[in-house]
Structures are given as C-alpha cells and as structure tokens.
C-alpha cells in the first residue's frame, strides 16, 4: 500500500504507480509471438506433402486463433495501462485532500488549537428534551448541552471549545467560562423519541492527516483523532 501526504514523497508515490514500472513483466521465453507464429506456419506450408496438401481453411482457421489471442493480449494490456492511469488520477486527488478538514460518521474527534468542530445528527422523527455530552480523553465531562424538542431531519452544530452553535442559533452550554484545551472528545447525542431515551448517531469532522491508496485503488483517510476511514464513508468535504 501507498502512502500519501503533503511532502515530496507523492512524487515517489506517483512514480510507483506507473504501469510502466509497477505491472511490465518479463517477457516470458516461452511465449510464441507473431514472427515466430508465422515463421513456423510457412515451414509447415514448405514441407508439407505435396500429394496431400493441407487444406487452406486449416491455415485460416489457425491465423484466426492467432489474431483472436493476440487481440485479448492488446486489449489486456490496454486495460492494464487504463487502471494504471485511473490509479495515478486517484493519488493526484489523494494528495489535495491532506490538510483538509471532512465530516465522517464517528462519536469521537480531535479539536485543534484554535480550530472548530462541525458535526451533524441526523434525526429520523422529532425528538424531545435533546443534549449533546462532550467527554475529554480521560471520559470527564466537559460540556453538557440542553438543545429542547427538535423536529425531523438533519441538525447541524459548531464547537470551538467554548461557543456552542446549533442550526445557526448559539447556545448556552453547561460546562467551564474557559475554553477546554485542544485535544481528542467524545461526543453524545441524547434524545426522547417514540416515549424512550436513547443515544443517537453522530458524524464529526476531522481533519485529513494522510491517505492511504490500496493495490485495489480503493483511498482510505487517515484522520486525526478518528483513525482510518474509506473514502466512501466521507458526508461531507468541509
């Protein structure tokens, strides 16, 4: 697997992706090419039995399968020069995304020095008497935030550490007048739907440390504070 990231080691990456150099074999000894193909098809026309030559359909039908395997070897080759390319495409956008902040389904994020933390509930009917918990990295609460009745659909928020933005309305939380410090938190949404408290799903965004391209070409984010996520996983680029 290759590793991306925002130093010159992605023209390495780049340059281990080339078909050229990654998927050119040997050429095998064994193999029967065109030239010798055809050399061996007029020895065998040279030195047949007059009185009972080879009919010409057989001729036909073995120049026939020659251009039929050696049209699968082309097209083969041409496939494998497209995937080459496709994946060489792949780390170009790999590489713009480090430093990038996404959203991604996950309870648990990194709050930077001076950063912000945006992150979504998706609510699947409306709920009543709502909060968000935020813990630190030690499981201490740090912020506990009332949000009331909210109605069905998407709910948005912004955390800096101190001011607490829901749906573009800030709002008072319950936890220290100071700033908490940088670091890594886990956040817990709580709602009353259908009579019944429960702990709702939450995606957080993250900023994009490195990415990781797989033989198969499949992209896996690596972010800080969250760990490896495919790049299929990503709601949102921020």
């Given at each position: 697997m290759s590793q991306v990231n925002n130093d010159p080691s992605v023209n390495s990456v780049l340059s281990?992706?080339?078909v050229a150099n990654k998927n050119k074999d040997d050429e095998k000894p064994n193999e029967m090419g065109q030239s010798a193909f055809l050399e061996l098809m007029i020895t065998q026309m040279n030195n047949q039995d007059p009185l009972s030559p080879q009919d010409n359909t057989e001729f036909i039908?073995?120049?026939?399968?020659?251009?039929?395997?050696?049209?699968?070897?082309?097209?083969?080759?041409?496939?494998?020069?497209?995937?080459?390319?496709?994946?060489?495409?792949?780390?170009?956008?790999?590489?713009?995304?480090?430093g990038r902040s996404v959203t991604v389904p996950t309870e648990s994020t990194q709050l930077l020095e001076g950063g912000i933390v945006n992150g979504s509930v998706d609510l699947e009917s409306s709920a009543g008497d709502m909060r968000l918990n935020i813990y630190d990295d030690k499981g201490a609460l740090v912020a506990n935030v009332p949000m009331g009745a909210q109605p069905a659909g998407e709910l948005a928020f912004r955390w800096d550490g101190q001011n607490m933005e829901v749906n573009g309305e800030l709002l008072k939380w319950q936890g220290g007048e100071e700033p908490v410090a940088p670091g890594e938190y886990r956040f817990e949404a709580i709602a009353t739907q259908n009579g019944e408290s429960q702990q709702l799903d939450t995606a957080l965004s993250a900023n994009v440390n490195s990415v990781t391209l797989g033989d198969d070409g499949q992209l896996t984010l690596n972010l800080a504070g969250v760990g490896a996520v495919n790049l299929g996983d990503v709601k949102q680029f921020n």
């Open positions: 281990n992706l080339n039908a073995q120049l026939a399968q020659f251009s039929s395997v050696e049209g699968l070897e082309r097209l083969n080759s041409n496939f494998e020069d497209f995937s080459g390319s496709f994946m060489s495409n792949q780390a170009l956008q790999a590489s713009s995304l480090v």
